[in-house]
């Protein structure tokens, strides 16, 4: 997929401080990635959504040595059955598990090098939740 | 069933050489010997059907270079599900009269750039919300699908590593094969870690090669007078994710619906196919697929495999070739998994031949997002 204009916006708003997920105008779908329509109506009348601090859980990790971890997660806020794919940040994340219950955060971009986004910048990311 | 339509020869490019190879030298040494089992010329081609990550205009280059000028061009890209998916498009230009020889081919030669590089051509990008998180693409995907299985089904890791070891144990029986010893659990686990539960040995092989396909029709194929001819009794395919996020279920994949499409095609079903090619890209590949395909009931694929069924003398032998984890893997296993089916239902695959009248073979593309189902018959 490329750094189409959707995402655009969404890392837009990460980077200014801002948490938010696609939302569909037609059918009040919330889902993950960005995308040019609707996955659950098909229309294109699409706006956005205020997620920060959503809750979610853990729901299938992969460590990576000395690299940090990244995890697929489940958020209620995102009700078409997608999911949320980023680096889990802070501590705990080489010991986290299926299930645990995260948080949805901003966190510096570790990657250098990509298209419309820079080493440094904030982006939507997970993090754990004490419990 | 089955679309009288048939793939009338094949040939594959050696997985090892010494020399610096150029891709479309291994893909048209690949189209040569295919064209020759198949007793026909290079100019009696009409269709040409490739997909390849290091050639670009594919299907316009490698027409060049075998002196051919053919009418109909297909070079259809969605990755290890690409070559399947073209004898779906052959099959159905050759029903409708538009062509009557097709070429389908692939080769790469990411070894040799390996070798010459230190880095090897890609043949998918991760999505960019993936990429910023740092993961090992497409590595991270599928050990994704791999830590949810094992969790879903509180499985142990030693099924994963069964399908390696089954894996290794046809390779050892095909001369042709790049990993040729056997392995054990305790060597996957002592191979460096990639990304969990992953190790190197949970990965496929990076090869040379190439193979390619002559098709055509069976009334074609009966006036050249050929005998060994395989039938193709159904093609599938679907996409339903490109990226993680979007995958419905990371332990049930697209299989479902070209499984059940394919079998509906060709008026059969699991039971009564004889052996099965998986794109085994990584170890979880073939767990997942086995389920889908209607071949085990949920959960059940790796305890199915671990106990030996899908290995030699097994009652469903897979991957006969060795797979992408042991036989080889130039960037896309597709086509390879139509050239063993081929192989076996001909009989001619050596030590390591079982009884088949039926094939399935199923190929997948990018992080499990393209699937394709092809069965065949002689
Ligand atoms: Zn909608």
């Known amino acids: 997929m490329n750094m189409n204009k959707h995402l655009r916006h969404y890392l837009g708003r990460a980077a ?28 294109d009348a699409l706006g956005w959504t205020p997620v920060g601090g959503a809750q979610g859980t853990i729901y299938s990790i992969s460590r990576h040595s000395n690299e940090g971890s990244v995890a697929l997660c ?4 995102l009700n078409t059955g997608t999911r949320f794919y980023g680096q889990l940040v802070g501590p705990g994340n080489q010991q986290a598990q299926i299930g645990q219950p995260v948080e949805l955060t901003l966190a510096e971009c570790t990657v250098s090098g990509m298209d419309a986004v820079d080493q440094g910048q904030l982006i939507p990311s997970i993090k754990l939740v004490e419990n | 069933m089955s679309t009288s339509v048939v793939i009338a020869g094949t040939g594959v490019a050696p997985t090892r050489a010494d020399e610096h190879r150029d891709t479309m030298d291994v893909m048209a040494q690949a189209c040569i010997e295919a064209t020759r089992d198949a ?3 290079l100019r009696d081609i009409d269709a040409i059907f490739t997909a390849t990550a290091q050639v670009a205009l594919p299907t316009l280059a490698l027409a060049e270079y075998l002196g051919i000028t053919p009418r109909y061009l297909d070079s259809t890209v969605h990755g290890g599900a690409s070559n399947l998916s073209h004898l779906q498009h052959a099959v159905a230009a050759i029903n409708a009269g538009q062509i009557e020889v097709a070429l389908i081919a692939y080769g790469s030669t990411q070894r040799t750039a390996l070798k010459a590089t230190g880095t090897r051509p890609m043949v998918a990008a991760a999505p960019p919300l993936e990429a910023m998180a740092n993961p090992r693409y497409p590595i991270t995907s599928y050990a994704l699908m791999a830590s949810r299985y094992l969790h879903q ?7 994963l590593s069964a399908v390696a070891i089954a894996a290794s144990r046809w390779g050892a029986l095909n001369p042709a094969a790049q990993r040729r010893e056997l392995l054990s659990h305790e060597e996957i686990l002592a191979s460096p870690a990639v990304a969990e539960p992953f190790h190197t040995l949970d990965c496929c092989l990076i090869t040379d090669g190439a193979g390619a396909l002559v098709v055509m029709s069976q009334q074609k194929a009966k006036s050249l007078g050929l005998a060994q001819t395989v039938t193709i009794a159904a093609v599938a395919d679907v996409t339903e994710h490109d990226g993680m996020m979007a995958m419905p279920d990371l332990t049930s994949t697209g299989a479902r619906l070209t499984g059940a499409s394919a079998f509906e095609q060709a008026g059969f079903g699991p039971n009564e196919v004889n052996t099965v090619q998986i794109y085994d890209a990584f170890t979880i590949n073939p767990i997942l697929i086995l389920e889908d395909l209607g071949f085990c009931d949920r959960g059940q694929a790796g305890r199915f495999i671990a106990d030996g069924h899908t290995s030699p003398g097994g009652k469903l032998p897979m991957n006969t070739s060795g797979g992408g984890l042991a036989y080889t893997h130039p960037g896309m296993f597709g086509i390879y998994t139509i050239l063993e089916s081929v192989a076996q239902l001909r009989g001619r695959a050596g030590q390591r031949q079982v009884p088949a009248k039926t094939a399935l073979a199923h190929g997948i593309g990018g992080t499990m997002s393209s699937h394709s189902t092809v069965l065949l018959t002689v």
């Open chain 1, 16 to 43: 200014a401080g801002e948490l938010v997920f696609p939302r569909c105008e037609e059918c009040a779908a919330v889902f993950m990635p960005p995308r040019a329509a609707c996955p659950a109506c098909g229309t």
């Open chain 2, 39 to 41: 007793g026909i010329q």
């Open chain 2, 153 to 159: 089904w509180e499985v142990p890791r030693e099924y």
């Open chain 1, 74 to 77: 489940e958020f209620e806020v």
